[in-house]
């Protein structure tokens, strides 16, 4: 049963500390996304990959974002310092990079105290 | 400027009646426009998608009508059960480009 995983699925940390969130594409998958959901914003983009090089990360804030592909398996999301407003959950999608078809993760909730 | 309009925001209909959700979109060179549908403590999930060479397409209970002309798009899902409870998003895109529409909570009374 191929789907995207996520690691850590729950995230306490306090304001200021370094956060990463792990993420393992659908083997074959050529394509990964980072999405940020909350209440008020619903869910943003917030980096695109294809092929492992970022495409697209301009929903992302520069200053204390970053994301990775260390390699096809793996997509790792860090924010540092993180603030309380990162507080969200932060989902992973890949997809086979036609179609335009994305495959969601679980989930990394994160609070950010 | 949201990319992608999704009403409504809230929606409750009985068993057996059908749910209608509705999305509008500005930019023509979206193609390819999908529906999620999401529970709690998950993520979303396809539901169904569409592009814009075909007007309509269903799979089972869902389906999904697309006007071209208006930059419309809708999902009907037909004899709504309460399992069908969830949030739905609409999602356009294009190359590089993805909204989501802001979620539309369905709650289907047995």
């Known amino acids: 049963d191929a789907r995207v995983t996520q690691t850590p699925r729950h995230k306490v940390t306090e304001m200021g500390q370094e956060v990463t969130m792990r993420c393992q594409p659908i083997l074959g998958h050529n394509t990964v996304f980072w999405y940020r959901q909350t209440m008020m914003q619903g869910l943003e983009l917030l980096a695109y990959f294809r092929n492992r090089a970022p495409l697209d990360d301009s929903g992302m804030p520069k200053d204390r974002f970053s994301a990775e592909m260390p390699d096809a398996t793996l997509a790792t999301l860090k924010i540092q310092p993180s603030e309380p407003r990162d507080s969200a959950v932060y989902f992973c999608a890949s997809g086979p990079g036609q179609g335009n078809e994305q495959f969601f993760g679980p989930g990394t909730r994160l609070t950010v105290l | ?110």
């Open chain 2, 1 to 110: 400027q949201q990319q992608v309009k999704q009403s409504p925001q809230s929606l409750i209909v009985q068993k057996g009646g059908i749910s209608i959700i509705n999305c509008a979109y500005e930019n023509t060179a979206f193609d390819y426009f999908p529906w999620y549908q999401q529970f709690p403590g998950k993520g979303p999930a396809l539901l169904i998608a569409i592009r814009p060479d075909v007007s309509e397409k269903k799979e089972g209970r869902f389906t999904i009508s697309f006007n071209k002309s208006a930059k419309q798009f809708s999902l009907h899902i037909m004899d709504s059960q309460p399992g069908d409870s969830a949030t739905y998003f609409c999602a356009a895109s294009t190359g590089n480009q993805f909204y989501f529409g802001t979620g539309t909570s369905l709650t289907v009374i047995p």
